[in-house]
Nanobody
Framework: VQLVQSGGGLVQPGGSLTLSCGSS????????IAWFSQAPGKEREFVAA????????KYADSVKDRFTISRNNARNTVYLQMNSLKPEDTASYYC????????????????WGQGTQVTVSS
């Protein structure tokens, strides 16, 4: 199973970016998908997650009201829209998938994307 990420890059504080995560040959539309971030020297942290239906998304307190997770099951793609970006959002971002019960811990996810760098700097 391979999750393929796209998006990311360099953006100024207050700017926006959209990350995408997709897959093929996997029951993607029935899986919960999450985004995690990892800054240098730090552990991977939960950012946002969505169930297979897209209802009742979960967010870390640090990104509530700034980030939005959404999905298009017809396209086997999940998005992370990041607005009002701050320098402290700088990290590598990973999408992850699971067909099991889902939550906010990395151990609850079985499949991972390759990661994409987001740098917020002026």
């Amino acid at each position: 199973v391979q999750l393929v990420q796209s998006g990311g890059g360099l953006v100024q504080p207050g700017g926006s970016l959209t990350l995408s995560c997709g897959s093929s040959g996997f029951n993607f539309s029935r899986s919960a998908i999450a985004w995690f971030s990892q800054a240098p020297g730090k552990e991977r942290e939960f950012v946002a997650a969505t169930s297979w239906s897209g209802r009742s998304p979960k967010y870390a307190d640090s990104v509530k009201d700034r980030f939005t997770i959404s999905r298009n099951n017809a396209r086997n793609t999940v998005y992370l829209q990041m607005n009002s970006l701050k320098p402290e959002d700088t990290a590598s971002y990973y999408c992850a998938a699971t067909l099991r019960l889902w939550g906010v811990a990395t151990s609850e996810y079985d499949y991972w994307g390759q990661g994409t760098q987001v740098t917020v700097s002026s």
